[in-house]
């Protein structure tokens, strides 16, 4: 098996930046060899053009399609969009630098298609048949154009958290916003949302993820790197959480905030602090450093106690007086209180 490649644009021979080959390395002469790129189409790669850059180098050497995790009808809010084209294939295995129009009009840019399929029996069986059983008529596939120019995706208008969720209940699958209420329990990184997922589907589809991400519920936190299990990537937009979290199931919500906030105390001991509390919501709230860092893990909490109601509702009202007060008065003594980490 072929080691993975990352969509870097590193140089054909010169691997990627995590130190993989190239999958075009080492083809012999008159070699075959299949490239199936599996992707969500919402990485850096698919928004700066380093992704179809990449796909174009390897379509010139060998047989590459794209495999989307997402259904068809999500791909217009990824960076992928495929058209409607028709292929000639000169011979079975050919690599798509070789595929012609049947008119025999360049490609765009002059580098060919790229075909994009959904992760399914029926996609991929169509596209072995392309690359199979060549037709002189040739055969119609969607595909990515890596020579033609870029479009501009558009900023959406601002929506409040009602049509938000809303529109995403209608489109997503069941599955999703399952995931979606789930994930309003808890703080927000790319790793701690997969542990979430994982809690209750060991074998969810990244699919799912991906149309959470894609939903338009919520937005990147400034600079954080949403890698980062210790800091803040994404946050609802305002009034989603709430939305969300009404959704859930009260006790299912009480557990995944107590889970994450167990995993991420490991690290941060502060937050295992916060996860203590969850048993005495009505008692005063334990001595914490007041740092800023911290703010984002109680607006959390405050809102799943609100959401639990009955005597978590005192709960909500002192987590919300400390994140005011800290807000007001500032972070002067931040340092004096440094945070206890674990060791």
């Given at each position: 098996?072929?080691?993975?490649?990352?969509?870097?644009?590193?140089?054909?021979?010169?691997?990627?930046?995590?130190?993989?080959?190239?999958?075009?390395?080492?083809?012999?002469?008159?070699?075959?060899?299949?490239?199936?790129?599996?992707?969500?189409?919402?990485?850096?790669?698919?928004?700066?053009?380093?992704?179809?850059?990449?796909?174009?180098?390897?379509?010139?050497?060998?047989?590459?399609?794209?495999?989307?995790?997402?259904?068809?009808?999500?791909?217009?809010?990824?960076?992928?969009?495929?058209?409607?084209?028709?292929?000639?294939?000169?011979?079975?295995?050919?690599?798509?630098?070789?595929?012609?129009?049947?008119?025999?009009?360049?490609?765009?840019?002059?580098?060919?298609?790229?075909?994009?399929?959904?992760?399914?029996?029926?996609?991929?069986?169509?596209?072995?048949?392309?690359?199979?059983?060549?037709?002189?008529?040739?055969?119609?596939?969607?595909?990515?154009?890596?020579?033609?120019?870029?479009?501009?995706?558009?900023?959406?208008?601002?929506?409040?958290?009602?049509?938000?969720?809303?529109?995403?209940?209608?489109?997503?699958?069941?599955?999703?916003?399952?995931?979606?209420?789930?994930?309003?329990?808890?703080?927000?990184?790319?790793?701690?949302?997969?542990?979430?997922?994982?809690?209750?589907?060991?074998?969810?589809?990244?699919?799912?993820?991906?149309?959470?991400?894609?939903?338009?519920?919520?937005?990147?936190?400034?600079?954080?790197?949403?890698?980062?299990?210790?800091?803040?990537?994404?946050e609802f937009h305002?009034?989603?959480?709430?939305?969300?979290?009404?959704?859930?199931?009260?006790?299912?919500?009480?557990?995944?905030?107590?889970?994450?906030?167990?995993?991420?105390?490991?690290?941060?001991?502060?937050?295992?602090?916060?996860?203590?509390?969850?048993?005495?919501?009505?008692?005063?709230?334990?001595d914490l450093p007041?740092?800023?860092?911290?703010?984002?893990?109680?607006?959390?909490?405050?809102?799943?106690?609100?959401?639990?109601?009955?005597?978590?509702?005192?709960?909500?009202?002192?987590?919300?007086?400390?994140?005011?007060?800290?807000?007001?008065?500032?972070?002067?003594?931040?340092?004096?209180?440094?945070?206890?980490?674990?060791?």
């Amino acid at each position: 098996m072929e080691p993975a490649a990352r969509l870097d644009g590193a140089p054909p021979g010169r691997g990627s930046r995590g130190g993989g080959r190239s999958p075009i390395d080492g083809i012999p002469p008159r070699g075959r060899r299949a490239v199936l790129v599996l992707t969500d189409g919402i990485g850096a790669a698919w928004g700066d053009e380093t992704g179809k850059r990449a796909l174009g180098r390897w379509a010139r050497h060998a047989t590459v399609a794209v495999l989307h995790v997402l259904n068809q009808g999500h791909w217009h809010h990824t960076g992928l969009s495929p058209e409607r084209v028709r292929v000639r294939v000169p011979e079975p295995g050919a690599p798509n630098g070789t595929w012609q129009r049947p008119d025999g009009a360049p490609w765009p840019g002059g580098e060919p298609p790229v075909p994009v399929l959904e992760l399914e029996a029926r996609w991929l069986h169509c596209w072995a048949q392309l690359v199979t059983q060549p037709s002189t008529r040739g055969r119609d596939t969607l595909a990515l154009l890596p020579g033609a120019p870029a479009e501009r995706w558009e900023r959406e208008p601002e929506s409040s958290a009602r049509d938000r969720v809303f529109r995403f209940r209608a489109t997503a699958s069941p599955s999703a916003f399952k995931l979606a209420s789930r994930l309003a329990a808890a703080p927000l990184n790319i790793p701690v949302m997969e542990f979430v997922q994982g809690m209750h589907e060991p074998q969810g589809s990244p699919g799912d993820l991906a149309e959470v991400l894609l939903g338009g519920l919520l937005r990147k936190v400034g600079a954080a790197d949403p890698m980062d299990e210790t800091g803040i990537g994404y946050e609802f937009h305002s009034g989603v959480r709430e939305l969300l979290l009404s959704a859930g199931m009260r006790d299912e919500s009480l557990y995944i905030l107590r889970s994450v906030l167990d995993r991420l105390g490991r690290r941060w001991k502060p937050l295992h602090v916060l996860r203590d509390a969850l048993n005495h919501p009505s008692e005063a709230l334990p001595d914490l450093p007041e740092t800023e860092r911290l703010l984002p893990y109680m607006r959390v909490q405050e809102k799943v106690y609100q959401a639990l109601s009955g005597p978590n509702l005192e709960g909500a009202r002192t987590f919300h007086a400390r994140v005011l007060a800290q807000q007001v008065f500032g972070h002067s003594d931040e340092r004096r209180h440094k945070p206890v980490e674990a060791s």
